[in-house]
C-alpha cells in the first residue's frame, strides 16, 4: 500500500478487465480464459477458487506454503526488516499513526537474495497470474507490514486509488507468516466491492484528512468479511477490493509480507511521486516495464533478477523517500 496523499479521489473510469457483475458470461469467460492459459502450467487452479475471487474479489488459498518454507522466508524477511528499521528505538505511541498500523519496508526483494526465493516464487505468481487471468505479470513492489504490539487497525481502503497506473489489473498477494487471528491484525474484506465501479482515495496515513474515506456509507457496500488465515495460506486480493485489518491486541508482531502483482501492460495514469515509477523514469502514458519493476511471472526455475544498478534506492520505510 502506497499512498499518493496529494491525489483527493480518483474519479477516472475503472477499467477491470472481467465481464460486469451479473453478466451471463461473468463466469464461463473468466473460467475459460484460465482454462485456457493455464491448461500447462505447473499447478491446478481449483475453478471454485477462480470464481470466488471473480465474484468476492479475495480468496484465501490454503497449504501453499509448509512449515519449513515459512521459517526459511520468514526468517529471510525479519533479517530484511531488521536492516532497515532495526535502529529504530521509538516506543509505539511515538510514532505516526501510519507508522502505527505497521512497519512498512519495501522492495526487500532488491536488498535481501534470500526473499527473492519468495518474491518471485513461481507457484505464487501462477496463482496470482490464473486469478487474474493475466498471461504476464510484473512487480509493483513487495513490502512486509508488520504489525507490531499494540498496532492500532488499518483504515478501510482500496489499494489501486492509491496508485498512479491503469487500468485496474493488480492483484496482491498477503502471506502471514504465522496464520492471522482476530485478535492479532487479521484482515477483514468487502466482497464484491471491486465490482461496484468505486475507486476512492482514502487517507490510510491520517495526514490530510482525520477520517479514511466512508466506503460502508454507499448502500451497496457489503460488511467486511474476517479472514483469520492458517499458517501455510496466502490470501489474494484485487487492487479494488475494499479491506481493513484489525488492531493487533497480542504481545506478538503480525509478521506479514505481501508481494503486489501488475499486469504486463498497465502504464503510468498520473503525475503523482512513485518509487517503482520515477526511479525508473516512467512517464505519463508509458508502460510500466524495467528493472525496478521486473517480469515476476512466468520465469525460468531459480531465476531472479538482481537488483536495480543506478536507479537509486526503495524508501528505508514507508512509501517516500
Not at 477499467?15 to 491448461?39: C, F, H, K, N, W
Not at 512449515?67 to 511515538?94: H, M, Q, T, W
Not at 508482531?253 to 502483482?261: D, F, L, N, T
Request: contains cysteine; charged residues 20%.
Amino acid at each position: 500500500m502506497t499512498p499518493s496523499p496529494s491525489v483527493a479521489a480518483v474519479t477516472q473510469p475503472v477499467t477491470l478487465g472481467l465481464p460486469a457483475l451479473g453478466s451471463e458470461s461473468a463466469v464461463t469467460s473468466a473460467t475459460q480464459l484460465r482454462a485456457d492459459i493455464y491448461s500447462c502450467g505447473m499447478i491446478s487452479v481449483a475453478q471454485s477458487d477462480i470464481e470466488k475471487f471473480d465474484r468476492d474479489g479475495f480468496v484465501v488459498i490454503e497449504d501453499l506454503f509448509t512449515p519449513a518454507d515459512l521459517k526459511n522466508f520468514g526468517d529471510a524477511v525479519d533479517s530484511a526488516v531488521r536492516d532497515r528499521v532495526g535502529d529504530d528505538s521509538r516506543l509505539i505511541g511515538e510514532k505516526s499513526l501510519y507508522e502505527q498500523s505497521f512497519q512498512q519496508c519495501m522492495n526487500l526483494w532488491e536488498d535481501n537474495p534470500n526473499v527473492r526465493a519468495l518474491t518471485f516464487h513461481q507457484e505464487m505468481g501462477e496463482l496470482a497470474a490464473s486469478l487474474l487471468g493475466a498471461e504476464t505479470l510484473r512487480i509493483w513492489h513487495d513490502q512486509a507490514l508488520y504489525k507490531e504490539p499494540g498496532g492500532r487497525e488499518t483504515d478501510p481502503h482500496q489499494d489501486w486509488p492509491l496508485w498512479p497506473m491503469g487500468p485496474a489489473r493488480q492483484i496482491t498477494a498477503w502471506i502471514p507468516f504465522d496464520g492471522s487471528t482476530l485478535d492479532g491484525g487479521a484482515t477483514g474484506y468487502s466482497p464484491g466491492s471491486h465490482r461496484l465501479g468505486l475507486a476512492k482515495f482514502s487517507d490510510i496515513t491520517r495526514e490530510i484528512r482525520d477520517e479514511p474515506y466512508p466506503f460502508f456509507d454507499h448502500s451497496e457496500m457489503a460488511n467486511l468479511v474476517w479472514v483469520e488465515a492458517p499458517v501455510g495460506s496466502v490470501v489474494f486480493h484485487h487492487s479494488l477490493t475494499v479491506h481493513q485489518a484489525k488492531a493487533n491486541t497480542t504481545d506478538q508482531i503480525r509478521r506479514v509480507y505481501c508481494v503486489i502483482y501488475f499486469e504486463d501492460g498497465c502504464v503510468r495514469s498520473r503525475p503523482f511521486w512513485h518509487q517503482s515509477l520515477d526511479r525508473q523514469g516512467i512517464e505519463d502514458g508509458q508502460p510500466i516495464r524495467g528493472p525496478v519493476t521486473p517480469i515476476v511471472w512466468p520465469r525460468p526455475p531459480g531465476d531472479f533478477p538482481g537488483p536495480p544498478i543506478g536507479l537509486g534506492t526503495p524508501p528505508k520505510t514507508g512509501f517516500r523517500n
